[in-house]
């Protein structure tokens, strides 16, 4: 869903002026740089780092949400959970495809993951204690990755732009489930709305964390807003986010878990309280609740798909030593 | 590939009658079997096609980027080859 602010990548990169210079002629013409073509070493890694973050985030997000599957209180509901956390699955798995253009291998970025070397989106260190948080997440969480998807359609390298188009046409009807759940609850009973209150109110400031850091303390946006992998900074879309957000929050008669938060005429635009960067920080470096339990449910379905994984090749080559010699007998 | 590594493929669409399979992206799979699986989960959650291809990966033989300007570029130059190079008479009509 998220490619958080990209966090801590190098973009530096050593080339020559003229190469740079060719490249960064191509990019301003707004042409697609394709896997094969010639580009900087700073462009491929900074990309490398942002898709495969996004392909974790994608992962990873399942988890917080496949955990209501079961408990979902209608069929209807469930069918739809089920459909939205098999799309996470797919878009994961787009983007690990785009991120392996570019030269690393879908096992490199597993085993990166497993070993907690490579970030995913803070946001789903948090915990879903209650029906009403898959509906905070859609309209959120869903929300927030739009938010920051629908730019990275026209990032400059292909592949990546190729899979947010498809992933983009997908998530829309995440969040709408997710708002449709809120509207449900909000509408409910007195208890049913407190619920929906209670998640808006746990999720509402991580939401605004999945944008990535301040731009003033965001070390790598300046270059690759010049690539034009990122369109817009983090504070840009994140208040963009906040415009599209509240209005929606207000419909719904529930509240936002911030006092300071007040239409400013004059900006037109949703002004708002400070984020608490020190939980932001926490929970990136793997201090948040739910940090080792992700990492823990990662770990245990790859090692349980291992066998699998050893049979399907190991029948592939029976199949394939059979075939062959069937040729053989033939010939 | 690494000892262990599930092979690449890639995967074209047909996604109508009549329309001509298009690239779509890649799965990794054990076999051609699976490989067909994959993609039809990965990409026709919606009614996106009614025919899937899956190609080994290592199987396509690509034109290189770096000729690109030698492989493609005289045939910019050429507009004869165009319909719009030749005038006709307006009195002729449609041609
Ligand atoms: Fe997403
Ligand atoms: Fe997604
Ligand atoms: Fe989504």
């Not at chain 2, 690109?68 to 005289?74: H, I, L, R, T």
Request: net charge negative; with cysteine.
């Amino acid at each position: 869903m998220y490619s958080q602010g990209l966090i801590g990548a190098k973009t530096e990169t050593n080339e020559d002026e003229a190469f740079l210079a060719a490249f960064q002629a191509r990019i301003d013409a707004e042409e697609k740089i394709e896997p094969n073509d010639p580009m900087p070493e700073g462009y491929r890694r900074t990309l490398i780092r942002q898709i495969g973050q996004h392909a974790h985030s994608e992962i990873v997000g399942m988890l917080p949400e496949g955990n209501w599957i079961t408990r979902a209180p209608s069929l209807r509901r469930k069918a739809a959970l089920l459909a939205k956390v098999q799309d996470e699955g797919g878009h994961g798995l787009y983007l690990y495809s785009a991120a392996e253009t570019l030269g690393v291998s879908r096992e490199q970025m597993t085993e990166e993951l497993l070993a907690g070397k490579a970030k995913y989106s803070s946001i789903f260190n948090y915990p879903t204690l209650t029906w009403a948080d898959i509906g905070a997440i859609g309209w959120l969480v869903d929300g927030a990755a739009i938010m920051n998807q629908i730019p990275l359609c026209r990032c400059s390298y292909g592949p990546y732009a190729r899979a947010m188009i498809r992933v983009c046409k997908e998530e829309s009807f995440h969040q709408r489930q997710g708002y449709e759940i809120m509207m449900t609850l909000a509408q409910g009973t007195p208890g049913q709305k407190e619920m929906a209150q209670d998640a808006l109110n746990r999720w509402w400031w991580p939401s605004l964390m999945m944008f990535g850091p301040h731009d003033s303390d965001s070390q790598h946006g300046d270059q690759s807003m010049r690539w034009k992998i990122k369109r817009f900074t983090n504070d840009e879309l994140r208040q963009k986010f906040v415009d599209a957000t509240v209005p929606q929050g207000e419909y719904l008669g529930l509240t936002f878990p911030d006092p300071e938060l007040k239409w400013n005429d004059e900006r037109g635009a949703y002004d708002f309280g400070a984020i608490d960067w020190d939980e932001f920080w926490r929970v990136v470096k793997g201090g948040g609740p739910m940090n080792r339990e992700r990492l823990a449910a990662r770990r245990k379905a790859w090692d349980d798909g291992a066998w699998v994984r050893e049979a399907a090749l190991a029948h592939a080559e029976k199949r394939r030593a059979r075939r062959e010699a069937t040729k053989l007998a033939a010939e | 590939m690494a000892k262990n590594e599930i092979p690449l493929w890639e995967v074209f669409i047909r996604p109508r009658n009549g329309l001509a399979h298009k690239h779509c992206g890649s799965v990794h799979a054990a076999d051609e079997v699976m490989a067909l699986q994959a993609a039809r989960d990965v990409y026709t959650r919606r009614g996106e096609g009614v025919s899937i291809w899956v190609v080994p990966s290592a199987a396509i033989v690509a034109s290189d980027p770096l000729q690109k300007e030698e492989n493609f570029e005289p045939t910019a130059s050429k507009i004869y080859r165009h319909p719009t190079f030749y005038t006709v008479p307006d009195e002729v009509g449609h041609m």
